[in-house]
């Protein structure tokens, strides 16, 4: 369904092209888990209170925790009123008796038969017709075990016929490198079939990141200038100020790398170098961001790796006016860890569109604050006009798209300033989310879980994607473990909490006569 509104203020036409989702159940499997709580539960109630959820559909929360129906919806109701201090109690309780519960191991087949009972009552009841969505909230080395269980009591087969679908959502990491990703991807492949299968990149879900999209082919004025004949370069950054926190468990076997680059970052490059697709449809979208991943020049191996990415190591430092321990220090971390919690690299696309482009790619955690923004930053004016100022005198045009904290986007340019002589400066044109379009910025976990009910992957990681992102990161954290880490160009540079990363991130740029923005 298409909307065309034109009853808003100052005239905006608001298109919508969105549809509501059939009748379903969600199944969550981990649902006593911390991801459930904080994330995965307060994104279906607020689509419940947008009236986003089908008309009939039922939440059934499955892990190894003993609780009755009860329990779990007194602790979904906590954790509601929690994350949503505003929420209509009405709203919340409407929402919790639609919540279910039922006890279960991973790797136990009788759970599983009992599951399915349980599966096809509630489906009865809701009348959701087989729709099932089973999310996988559980630790990754669970996957092939809970899939191949749902397979063999029967959950994953679809009903054609009725569009009784079975869909299966996990998250990342899909494996550590390539081998192990590979061999995950052959067991999933083996139960589901491709459109079963959703792959969360969460970062794609975030409004901004969609609206890359959107900004790129819903205008005529970017697409004439966005390659190489106007685009000198572009800088994607996720920063965050945060640490490792408690999940170092899980990170330090990671790192940064793996973490952030496999997925996030990688993502925003696609969408940033893509062709225009067909359409909107997934397949089209997903066929244009692999060949950008397939035009990737790959990192070359040896000593030269570390002029084209770099490592780094957050020592103790300052965030915030805060002193905070270094990664070593950090709670369930060893002393000797070499694990890397900043990446930054030079990424150069062979193709027709950004031959000579570099993409600078930086991320890490205890930097100095959250920021995620991608800056496509323009050549220079090609002569002035303006004697005695020489055209390097000019600030380049600057794009940037703000994904967080901020989401929005400017836009700098020349301008002159007001007075009597000729005075120039930069004018920044300033585009903020919240004030255009009013209203809270939906959570990237709410479209992303609607687009698992209506059917939609475009947002959603293909499993070649999954292949080529790991075929081009692999080789690099062969060498890195193969690399010493104090010495050398591959060495882990320490950097201090609260910095923008290691001197070696700079001198990445700076080679190429460029620094970071920020
Ligand atoms: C996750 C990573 O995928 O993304 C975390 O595992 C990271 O380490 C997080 O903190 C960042 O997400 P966001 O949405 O806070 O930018």
């Known amino acids: 369904m298409t909307n065309r509104r034109h009853d808003e203020p100052d005239a905006m036409e608001i298109l919508c092209v969105e549809e509501s989702p059939p009748d379903c159940g969600v199944v969550v499997f981990g649902a006593s888990g911390d991801l459930t709580r904080r994330k995965l539960l307060p994104a279906l109630f607020n689509l419940h209170q947008r009236r986003l959820m089908p008309e009939s559909y039922y939440v059934l929360g499955y892990a190894r925790t003993d609780y009755s129906d009860q329990q779990f919806r007194d602790l979904v109701g906590q954790a509601l009123r929690e994350s949503q201090p505003q929420a209509e109690p009405d709203q919340i309780q409407n929402f919790l008796q639609r919540c279910h519960y039922q006890t279960g191991d991973y790797k136990d087949l009788a759970a599983y038969e009992g599951l399915s009972q349980r599966v096809s009552s509630l489906d009865r009841t809701h009348a959701t017709h087989g729709r099932t969505l089973f999310y996988l909230s559980t630790p990754p080395s669970l996957y092939q075990a809970v899939v191949s269980r749902l397979f063999q009591v029967g959950l994953t087969s679809q009903e054609e016929k009725t569009g009784g679908w079975r869909r299966v959502v996990i998250e990342k990491p899909i494996g550590h490198d390539l081998l192990s990703a590979r061999k995950l991807e052959a067991g999933l492949g083996k139960v589901l079939s491709e459109d079963q299968i959703y792959r969360i990149d969460h970062y794609l879900g975030k409004e901004t990141v ?17 390659n190489r004949q106007f685009i000198d370069h572009v800088q994607i950054t996720a920063a965050e100020s945060i640490g490792v926190g408690s999940r170092a468990g899980y990170y330090d076997g990671s790192g940064l790398l793996r973490d952030m ?15 225009p697709p067909c359409s909107f449809a997934a397949d089209c979208v997903r066929d244009e961001k692999i060949k950008v991943l397939r035009s990737m020049r790959p990192f070359p191996g040896g000593e030269e790796l570390g002029q084209w990415i770099v490592r780094g190591q957050y020592a103790p430092g300052t965030v915030d006016g805060q002193r905070v321990a270094g990664y070593r220090q950090e709670e369930e971390v060893s002393e000797q860890s070499v694990t890397e919690t900043f990446a930054a690299a030079k990424v150069l696309v062979d193709n027709w569109r950004w031959q000579g482009v570099p993409f600078y790619l930086r991320s890490g955690k205890r930097l100095p604050r959250r920021l995620t923004e991608i800056a496509i930053v323009f050549r220079q004016v090609p002569h002035s006009v303006f004697t005695p100022l020489l055209a390097e005198d000019f600030l380049p045009n600057t794009l940037v798209l703000n994904v967080q904290p901020e989401e929005g986007a400017h836009l700098s340019l020349q301008a002159k300033r007001p ?15 919240k004030e255009a379009f009013g209203g809270r910025v939906p959570e990237a976990y709410e479209r992303l879980l609607l687009d698992c009910m209506l059917g939609d992957q475009t947002l959603f990681i293909r499993t070649d994607t999954v292949e080529k992102s790991w075929q081009l990161l692999t080789p690099v954290l062969e060498q890195w473990r193969k690399s010493p880490v104090d010495e050398g160009n591959c060495r882990l540079h320490a950097y201090p909490a609260g910095s923008w990363g290691p001197q070696a991130a700079a ?8 620094r970071w923005r920020i």
């Open 261 to 275: 680059f496999q997925n996030h970052m990688l993502q925003l490059l696609t969408l940033v170098a893509m062709e």
């Open 210 to 226: 969609q609206n890359i999209m959107v900004l790129r082919f819903a205008n005529a004025i970017f697409e004439p200038i966005w």
């Open 419 to 433: 007075g009597p002589k000729l005075c120039m400066g930069t004018l920044n044109m300033h585009f903020n989310y």
């Open 507 to 514: 001198d990445l740029l700076a080679r190429d006569g460029r």
